[in-house]
């Protein structure tokens, strides 16, 4: 009987501690498991200039109206990992030395803690063709000797692999979480007209994964319609043409339900409708670089030329060094998959100081 009775004893103390185990591993998958958002802020008076100084209970976190409360605060002098995106296709190929100073120029304007990863495009060549690549240059790094050797290896393409190279910020530069140096501080530079032509993914997958990433997007517009289309016109044979791939686009979007023939041959297209295409295409450019920018809280610096790069350049480096960094865990637990809006609150200082911080992010799902 007193065996019996021991052997019961024991049995239940086993059965307690693999419940208290089965728990504590609960646990731990919850705290993995749970998202901490990360919202880049940038603070400004009446008057446009960086509010420095302020603190964590400067700073009120709403999602969808709910207030939540702040796990990590970082101030303005914390360092930022960037990824600097150079555009070299098309029209600023003749550009390229101009392109380099200017880069040169901003990575000199980053504070010594910055770490910069660098990507650019490159023709390819195979038997029959040759083809547009985007290349990532180097990791982040803080070496600046190592990235001027970099920004002097930048080549140019024949084509514009621009989705590409924006999904490759996130696949490849930031594919792994940041340490605690750099958490909520990650951007996307990208110095560019914004019009792809020859990627394999589309828009609306590398906004979802931009999104989700909470990288902060700063993109330097350069305007190159007026270049391009002054060789659009007349004979298809001489003329700067579209690819098959920027046809398929602008009809998809603009005529997704027209029952009108459509003609993906360059040589089929009049001026008129070239015109049209050229025009749709650099509109659409815009609406996306604005809509990355905004939805991050960073910003579109439009430029007439490569010329006045330096100055867009100077301006993003001077914001990149007074943004602050809140980080939350939502109070919503749901893992439903729904866009969440984000609000930024201040208390404490003058009136008339303006918030611009990321605008929302997509619950993750089961």
Same mark, same amino acid.
């Given at each position: ?5 021991? +052997? ?8 307690? @501690? ?10 731990? #998958?919850?705290? #993995?498991?749970?998202? +901490? ?16 100084? +302020? !603190? ?8 969808? /109206? ?15 990992? #960037? ?30 803690? *910055? ?20 290349? #990532? ?5 803080? *070496?600046?000797? !190592?990235?001027?050797?970099? @920004? ?28 605690? *140096? ?27 994964? +931009? ?22 016109? /007349? ?91 809140? /980080? ?5 637990? !749901? ?7 984000? !609000? ?15 605008? /929302? ?6």
């Amino acid at each position: 009987m007193r065996f019996v009775l021991l +052997l019961i004893y024991i049995l239940a103390l086993i059965a307690n @501690l693999s419940a208290q185990t089965e728990t504590k591993d609960e646990d731990e #998958v919850i705290r #993995v498991d749970t998202q +901490l958002v990360d919202v880049p802020i940038v603070v400004t008076d009446k008057s446009g200039k960086p509010v420095l100084g +302020l !603190k964590q209970n400067n700073f009120i976190i709403y999602e969808d /109206g709910k207030k939540q409360e702040t796990a990590e605060f970082s101030a303005t002098n914390a360092p930022f990992e #960037v990824a600097l995106l150079l555009d070299t296709s098309g029209s600023t190929r003749g550009d390229l030395a101009l392109i380099q100073r200017a880069a040169a120029n901003f990575i000199a304007s980053l504070r010594a803690g *910055d770490k910069i990863s660098v990507i650019s495009y490159k023709t390819e060549r195979n038997a029959t063709q040759a083809f547009a690549m985007s290349e #990532v240059l180097n990791d982040l790094t803080d *070496d600046r000797n !190592k990235l001027k050797s970099v @920004l002097e290896a930048v080549k140019t393409s024949n084509g514009t692999p621009y989705y590409d190279s924006l999904l490759q910020v996130v696949e490849k530069v930031f594919d792994k979480p940041a340490n605690a *140096d750099f958490r909520g501080r990650r951007a996307l530079v990208a110095l560019t007209d914004g019009v792809d032509s020859v990627s394999a993914a589309e828009f609306d997958e590398v906004r979802e994964e +931009l999104e989700k990433s909470g990288i902060v997007c700063y993109f330097i517009q350069v305007n190159t319609r007026e270049f391009f289309e002054d060789n659009l016109l /007349g004979d298809c044979q001489f003329a700067t043409r579209f690819s098959v791939a920027q046809i398929r686009r602008y009809y998809r979007i603009y005529y997704p339900k027209t029952n009108v023939e459509k003609t993906f041959n360059f040589c089929g297209i009049g001026d008129f409708e070239r015109l049209a295409i050229s025009k749709g295409l650099y509109e659409l450019a815009d609406k996306q670089m604005k809509d990355l920018a905004r939805n991050s809280g960073g910003r579109v610096f439009p430029v007439a030329d490569l010329s006045e790069a330096r100055n867009a350049f100077k301006a993003v480096a001077d914001e990149i060094g007074t943004k602050y960094s809140l /980080g939350y865990y939502s109070s919503n637990e !749901k893992r439903d998959g729904t866009y969440r809006k984000i !609000k930024i609150e201040l208390k404490g200082i003058p009136t008339g100081a303006q918030v611009r911080a990321r605008e /929302g992010y997509t619950a993750p799902t089961n």
